[in-house]
């Protein structure tokens, strides 16, 4: 007989948490080379960031193990609007455990609730563990009909 997976509790970020978050945040960035502008700079953007309702930051578990960070901006093709999952992070030493699928659920759940049709996600495409866990939980890179994948592209504006 399996054993039944713990439930992970997911909780919205206050602007308290901004500290926690950054340090998440940054931890993630440096497991994949990527550069951070640092917890100091990090904290204070999302202080502000967080204190509005264009950006959420999502935590699970205690002392927060996993973060996510989803922005929400008009849309011209739906009423309501789009939602973008900029960030989902898991500690390495606690994944495995569910606690990214609670943080997707949550994420999914509260962009249903606040009227999006969709999520839209950024995976780096050699990242197939990614792409994996995501089309796992319904995820696509193509639109309904297309053999082609979709692209996401950007340019350095600085």
């Known amino acids: 007989m399996a054993i039944p997976q713990q439930e992970h509790l997911v909780r919205q970020a206050t602007t308290s948490d901004a500290a926690v978050v950054a340090e998440l945040l940054d931890a993630f960035n440096r497991e994949f080379d990527a550069p951070s502008p640092g917890t100091d700079v990090l904290t204070a953007r999302l202080r502000r960031l967080v204190a509005g309702d264009r950006l959420v930051a999502l935590l699970t578990g205690e002392p927060a193990v996993g973060v996510a960070v989803l922005s929400f901006r008009p849309n011209v093709w739906q009423e309501g609007p789009a939602v973008i999952l900029d960030e989902l992070y898991v500690r390495p030493d606690m994944r495995g455990q569910r606690f990214g699928h609670a943080l997707l659920e949550e994420a999914c759940r509260l962009a249903r ?7 839209e996600i950024n995976v780096d495409g050699e990242d197939t563990d990614t792409r994996r866990f995501y089309e796992a939980h319904g995820f696509a890179n193509s639109e ?3 053999a082609e994948p979709m692209f996401y592209y950007y340019r350095d504006l600085a």
């Open 113 to 119: 609730e606040r009227g999006a049709e969709t999520l």
């Open 144 to 146: 309904p009909g297309a």
